[in-house]
C-alpha cells in the first residue's frame, strides 16, 4: 500500500465514523437517547489522530507536490487552510459535547449545528483532497520515494497503535455489541491491513 493508498483508507475510516456519528446526530436532534460519550469519542479520536498523524502526513505531502509543480499551489493552499478550519469546528464541537456531558445547559440546536458543521467540513475537505491534490500527487510524484521521505519526517508508527485499537473500539462498540474478544480481536487487525 503506497502513501497515498494509505491517507485515502484514512478518509474511508473517517467517513465510517462520520455516518455512525451522524446517525447519533440526528437522533439527538429529535430528542431521542444517544449516546453522549460516543458522540464525544468520535471527535476526540478525529482531533487526536487526524492532528496528529494523518494531517502532519499530507502537509509533507503537499510541499513535495508544490515542490515538484508550483502550479499545484492553489488547491494545496485550500487543503491546508481547510485543516485549520477542521481543528476550529472540532473544538466547538467538543466544546459543546463536554457541556451536555456536564449536564451544563446546551441549547439543543447549539450541538446540532456544531456537529453538522464537523461533518459538512470533513466531507468536503475529503472529496476536495482526494479530487484534487491527491489526485495531482498521483500523477506527478514517485510515490515510493515519497513514502519514505516522509516517514523520515514523520514516526507514523510511533504511539499509532493505541489510535488502532480506540477506532476498533468506537466501531465495535456500535457495530456489534455481542461480539466477543476473538472476534473483536481479528476484526480489530483487518482495520489497518
Not at 44 to 60: G, K, M, Q, S, T
Request: hydrophobic share 40%; charged share 30%.
Amino acid at each position: 500500500m503506497d502513501i497515498l493508498d494509505e491517507l485515502i483508507a484514512d478518509h474511508r475510516r473517517l467517513y465510517s465514523l462520520l455516518n455512525l456519528f451522524e446517525d447519533e446526530l440526528l437522533a439527538y436532534a429529535a430528542d431521542e437517547v444517544v449516546d453522549l460519550p460516543l458522540m464525544q469519542d468520535i471527535p476526540i479520536y478525529y482531533a487526536e489522530y487526524f492532528n496528529r498523524y494523518h494531517h502532519p502526513l499530507e502537509d509533507c505531502l503537499f510541499e513535495r507536490l508544490i515542490d515538484y509543480g508550483p502550479q499545484q499551489q492553489s488547491s494545496v493552499d485550500n487543503a491546508i487552510g481547510q485543516h485549520d478550519g477542521l481543528k476550529r469546528a472540532t473544538a466547538r464541537l467538543l466544546t459543546a459535547l463536554d457541556r451536555a456531558l456536564r449536564d451544563t445547559v446546551v441549547i439543543r440546536a447549539e450541538l446540532v449545528k456544531s456537529g453538522r458543521l464537523f461533518l459538512r467540513q470533513n466531507r468536503e475537505h475529503v472529496r476536495h483532497e482526494e479530487l484534487r491534490p491527491f489526485a495531482q500527487a498521483r500523477q506527478s510524484l514517485t510515490i515510493d520515494a515519497t513514502a519514505q521521505a516522509l516517514r523520515q519526517r514523520i514516526d507514523m508508527d510511533s504511539g499509532r497503535r493505541h489510535y488502532d485499537i480506540t477506532l476498533a473500539s468506537l466501531q465495535m462498540e456500535t457495530a456489534r455489541p455481542e461480539m466477543d474478544l476473538a472476534d473483536y480481536e481479528q476484526a480489530q487487525g483487518a482495520l489497518w491491513h
